[in-house]
T-cell receptor, first 115, second 116 residues
Framework: NAGVMQNPRHLVRRRGQEARLRCSPMKGHSHVYWYRQLPEEGLKFMVY????????ESGMPKERFSAEFPKEGPSILRIQQVVRGDSAAYFCASSPTSAQSYEQYFGPGTRLTVT | AQTVTQSQPEMSVQEAETVTLSCTYD???????LFWYKQPPSRQMILVIRQEAYKQQNATENRFSVNFQKAAKSFSLKISDSQLGDAAMYFC?????????????FGKGTHLIIQP
């Protein structure tokens, strides 16, 4: 049973370019969460999605960031016009249900470097 | 808003000894869940242990146990018989049990060093 998959593992972008980060949840999981980890910090919640719906985006920056989880295919976190401050590790997690007792299973993360 | 505080940026322990990592949190909720995650150098987040706030009994997973003090809003992790493979960053996390915000709130982490 494959775990949460994220790709790419490392992504380098120049300032002003777009970054697309992909997340495939565990088999049978329909809930996806994105987190950002800045250097020397804990993970910060960004957005929670179910298939074709954004449930909670309270942690998403208001501009340049968007997320989707289509009916088919992986969840995508998209960052437009990247800036150096976007350099971080981005983690995706999934869970099988919104029942609060279920823990979230994390992917290996994508490390974004903006040059 | 909920906050999670880990006051020990770094802890060091001798192999085979016991170490306790501290975590406090602030919430106005009465029902919630608490977690400890381990992040080794590979950066993979691994769930170590979880605690439901409505349960008075402290959770235990093999060498890992917690001391959950609900009134004090404290949730410390005890690692017994420390092993070299326990070396990692450890993050305490909180999640309310009600509807609404489903994201985890993390502390800043404690870097655990195991001395051989």
């Amino acid at each position: 049973n494959a775990g949460v998959m994220q790709n790419p593992r490392h992504l380098v972008r120049r300032r002003g370019q777009e970054a697309r980060l992909r997340c495939s949840p565990m088999k049978g999981h329909s809930h996806v969460y994105w987190y950002r980890q800045l250097p020397e910090e804990g993970l910060k919640f960004m957005v929670y999605l179910q298939k074709e719906n954004i449930i909670d985006e309270s942690g998403m920056p208001k501009e340049r960031f968007s997320a989707e989880f289509p009916k088919e295919g992986p969840s995508i976190l998209r960052i437009q016009q990247v800036v150096r401050g976007d350099s971080a590790a981005y983690f995706c997690a999934s869970s099988p249900t919104s029942a609060q007792s279920y823990e979230q299973y994390f992917g290996p993360g994508t490390r974004l470097t903006v040059t | 808003a909920q906050t999670v505080t880990q006051s020990q940026p770094e802890m060091s322990v001798q192999e085979a000894e016991t170490v306790t990592l501290s975590c406090t949190y602030d919430t106005s909720e009465s029902d919630y869940y608490l977690f400890w995650y381990k992040q080794p150098p590979s950066r993979q987040m691994i769930l170590v242990i979880r605690q439901e706030a409505y349960k008075q009994q402290n959770a235990t997973e093999n060498r890992f146990s917690v001391n959950f003090q609900k009134a004090a809003k404290s949730f410390s992790l005890k690692i017994s018989d420390s092993q070299l493979g326990d070396a990692a960053m450890y993050f305490c996390a909180y999640r309310p049990s009600g509807g609404g915000a489903d994201g985890l709130t993390f502390g800043k982490g404690t870097h655990l060093i195991i001395q051989p």
